[in-house]
């Protein structure tokens, strides 16, 4: 059973720039949650889809955007790149739960912006 | 959200135990504990929640105390492989979806 996949894994782009990251969440998962982890923090919320819809966001600007597919994989948008958009992307997928629910996290993708 | 508070950083010996605390002195009465752990290089990993009663599995034990305001993430027999950032996390029972909020955490080391 493959877990939570990511592409690319690394990936340089210049300001201004747009950029998309793709998620294939765990088999058997409907629902799809971005963080953006900068280095030496915590990651941050980004948004959450749940049938190909944005359920949750957390505070960031609309410069950052998503979607998702029937078969629930999803891909992050991001516009106009700063260079503070610089970090790891990390996907994670759950069924939609309350509370007790765990979280299975892709190995990210790190982008550079330059 | 409550907010949880951790050592920034912990060391310890191979083969011994390790006590991770976390304060959460705001904590509600439904709110789930929950850790994950982040192993260099990879992306977070569940390791164990629990609500009010201890908890084991095969990866730790969670200890929490009778007023719930802090827990204790206990790994009982450290390997190398356990060197990780270790997050403690709040979440809300109600949350009918699973947005979590990491602190900074505590960063582990093991020595051989």
């Known amino acids: 059973d493959a877990g939570v996949t990511q592409s690319p894994t690394h990936l340089i782009k210049t300001r201004g720039q747009q950029v998309t990251l793709r998620c294939s969440p765990k088999?058997?998962?409907?629902?799809v949650s971005w963080y953006q982890q900068a280095l030496g923090q915590g990651p941050q919320f980004i948004f959450q889809?749940?049938?190909?819809?944005?359920?949750q966001r957390g505070n960031f600007p609309d410069r950052f955007s998503g979607h998702q597919f029937p078969n629930y994989s999803s891909e992050l948008n991001v516009n106009a790149l700063l260079l503070g958009d610089s970090a790891l992307y990390l996907c994670?997928?759950?069924?939609?739960?309350?509370?007790?629910?765990?979280?299975?996290f892709g190995p990210g993708t790190r982008l550079l912006v330059l | 959200d409550a907010k949880t508070t951790q050592p920034n950083s912990m060391e310890s010996n191979e083969e011994e135990p390790v006590h991770l605390p976390c304060n959460h002195s705001t904590i509600s009465g439904t709110d789930y504990i929950h850790w994950y752990r982040q192993l260099p290089s990879q992306g977070p990993e569940y390791v164990i929640h629990g609500l009010t009663s201890n908890v084991n599995n095969r990866m730790a034990s969670l200890a929490i105390a009778e007023d719930r305001k802090s827990s204790t993430l206990i790994l009982h027999r450290a390997t190398l492989r356990d060197a990780a950032v270790y997050y403690c996390?709040?979440?809300?029972?109600?949350?009918?979806?699973?947005?979590?909020?990491f602190g900074e955490g505590t960063q582990l080391t093991v020595n051989p």
């Open positions: 889809y749940y049938e190909e819809e944005e359920r």
């Open positions: 994670a997928s759950s069924s939609l739960g309350r509370g007790q629910e765990t979280q299975y």
């Open positions: 088999s058997g998962h409907d629902t």
């Open positions: 996390i709040l979440l809300p029972e109600e949350t009918s979806g699973s947005r979590l909020t």
